[in-house]
Each structure stands twice: as structure tokens, then as C-alpha cells.
């Protein structure tokens, strides 16, 4: 199994950033999905979940900023940052539990003020 991360970086507060988790060797749309954080000296932690049947759920930090999708065709789950905080500076993973929990290596988002 593979998970792939891509379209982290630099943005000033305020902008938006759209992620994707690339996933291969795995039957993707059996997949609870999820993207996690960790920030510099704190613990990593769930930013959105969204199970094999579509449902979503968010951290209290990121509810209204943040959506999480999937594309079950592409083998792909994105997640739309708008309204970046400097909080949200973090690595962001992507992971996905299907039997096992399966790991990306992450992408960096840094939010400037």
C-alpha cells in the first residue's frame, strides 16, 4: 500500500491550499479516510476523517475552513484548506484503515502572517 501526498507549501494567511493523498495497493473506496497534523513539538493529531460511506467529520479547529472529499474513481482524497491560520503550520498526513492504517510520509504547510 502507497499513499502519496502532494500540494502542501507556503501561503500567507488568509489563502487556501488544496491537498491530495494519492493511494495505490489497496481497495480505496472500502478506505476510512483521514488526514492528520503535527505541528513542530505537538503530538499529531486528526484534522478530518471521512469514512468509506462518505460521512465526514472535523476537529473543532478546522469545521467551517476545512472539507474533506474523496474521488473512489481516482483513488483520491483531498482536503480544501481555505481561510489558512498560522495555527495550521504543520506536517499534514494522509491515512487510510482498511484492516490496517496505512501512512503517507506527509506534506509541509507553512502559514505565514
Known amino acids: 500500500v502507497q499513499l502519496v501526498e502532494s500540494g502542501g507549501g507556503l501561503v500567507q494567511a488568509g489563502g487556501s491550499l488544496r491537498l491530495s493523498c494519492a493511494a495505490s495497493?489497496?481497495?480505496?473506496?472500502?478506505?476510512?479516510l483521514g488526514w492528520y497534523r503535527q505541528a513542530p513539538g505537538k503530538q499529531r493529531e486528526l484534522v478530518a476523517h471521512?469514512?468509506?460511506?462518505?460521512?465526514?467529520n472535523y476537529a473543532d479547529s478546522v469545521k467551517g475552513r476545512f472539507t474533506i472529499s474523496r474521488d473512489n474513481g481516482k483513488d483520491t482524497v483531498y482536503l480544501q484548506m481555505n481561510s489558512l491560520k498560522v495555527e495550521d503550520t504543520a506536517d499534514y498526513y494522509c491515512?487510510?484503515?482498511?484492516?490496517?492504517?496505512?501512512w503517507g510520509q506527509g506534506t509541509q504547510v507553512i502559514v505565514s502572517s
Open positions: 491515512n487510510a484503515k482498511i484492516m490496517f492504517t496505512y
Open positions: 495497493g489497496l481497495t480505496f473506496s472500502d478506505a476510512n
Open positions: 471521512i469514512s468509506s460511506g462518505g460521512s465526514t
